[in-house]
């Protein structure tokens, strides 16, 4: 899957353990803030009913494909249509204008693959499941060569070694059906899906600092909607990156609107991970969850993202600051509420 701040990669064993533990009986769980859906991915290849949501069109298309689809409705289509892709011959267009000339994110020849590419998806008009599944493969292809520290807010001075490589689609690791019941992904508001979602367990890993995740994956926004947008600074970010603003990503809003959230979901048990440079310190987050159940927390050590280990820099590349520490704490809280 992409490179993601904050993924819980690594965390995938504790927070399926946290959810047998605190339900051993759970048939259903929500991922109401799902970003790449490696948990929602997770939950559904241990068989549980999974209803993965995310605001964001690009985390909205990992979770179609990774949690809603499954490999056999889609395999031996995808498969054919990822091999005439790659046989495709690239040319410029939009993408490689704005991300490989105006900003260096990628290598032009790759840039021009994505635009060939990204055209043939929009013109076959595939089936809803069908099309996540090569909007994500591309997806995950540009991510494979792009020149990044892994967040769309700057890219390298020099061209990483991996950009000079050849785009090439891959099928997306896609799961069978899980057990019985199929499972789900939407695109809604954290409050929305509270309110209208129903599971035996909900678990959210909800934003915690002021970076938007659209801001910092604008180029993936960008390719999914395929609405080539005007865009705007060194980074060229879409324009609505300037006005679509989340609550989660202000210090002063944060928990009045998780409060809101944690009020309206319908699940008795709750599990949450939350950083220890969020907003929240562990202190107000197990006050906060308490109006829900019972909380137990755990605490594991996590390595930060790559860009914070490389230290500070500007933007013409040069190290202005060092780095403060390579490890955070990730709080996980299971609140229970029967």
Avoid at 105 to 110: D, V
Wanted: net charge positive; charged share 20%; proline share 3%.
């Amino acid at each position: 899957m992409i490179k993601y701040l904050g993924s819980k990669r690594k965390l995938i064993s504790e927070i399926l353990s946290a959810v047998h533990t605190a339900m051993p009986g759970a048939r259903s769980v929500i991922d109401l803030f799902s970003g790449t859906s490696r948990v929602g991915y997770a939950l559904k290849k241990k068989n549980y009913e999974v209803h993965a949501n995310d605001h964001n069109l690009y985390a909205y298309m990992l979770a179609k494909c990774y949690v809603e689809t499954n490999l056999e409705t889609v395999e031996k289509e995808a498969l054919s249509l990822i091999e005439e892709f790659n046989g495709l011959k690239g040319c410029p267009g939009y993408f490689t204008n704005n991300f490989c000339v105006r900003s260096h994110f990628f290598h032009p020849k790759n840039g021009e693959r994505i635009d060939v590419i990204r055209e043939a998806i929009t013109q076959k008009n595939l089936e809803p499941s069908l099309e996540s599944v090569l909007l994500v493969s591309l997806m995950e292809a540009a991510d494979r060569v792009d020149s990044t520290c892994g967040i769309q807010m700057a890219y390298l001075k020099k061209w990483a070694l991996r950009a000079e490589n050849d785009l090439c689609l891959r099928m997306p690791l896609l799961l069978p059906k899980a057990g019985t019941s199929p499972c789900f992904a939407y695109q809604l508001d954290a409050l929305e899906a509270a309110k209208t979602l129903k599971a035996d367990v909900t678990y959210l890993d909800p934003p915690y600092n002021q970076h938007s995740y659209r801001g910092n994956y604008h180029i993936w926004e960008t390719l999914m909607l395929w609405d080539k947008p005007e865009l705007y600074g060194v980074a060229a970010k879409r324009v609505d990156c300037r006005t679509h603003k989340s609550l989660f990503n202000s210090k002063r809003q944060f928990i009045n609107a998780f409060s809101s959230v944690i009020s309206s979901i319908k699940s008795k048990v709750l599990i949450v991970s939350f950083n220890n440079e969020g907003f929240v310190n562990r202190a107000e987050m197990e006050s906060l969850l308490s109006q829900k159940g019972q909380v137990s927390t755990q605490v594991i050590n996590y390595k930060r993202y790559v860009g914070a280990q490389i230290g500070i820099h500007n933007p013409k590349g040069q190290a202005v600051g060092q780095m403060s520490h390579l490890y955070n704490k990730e709080y996980l809280y299971t609140v229970d509420g029967r």
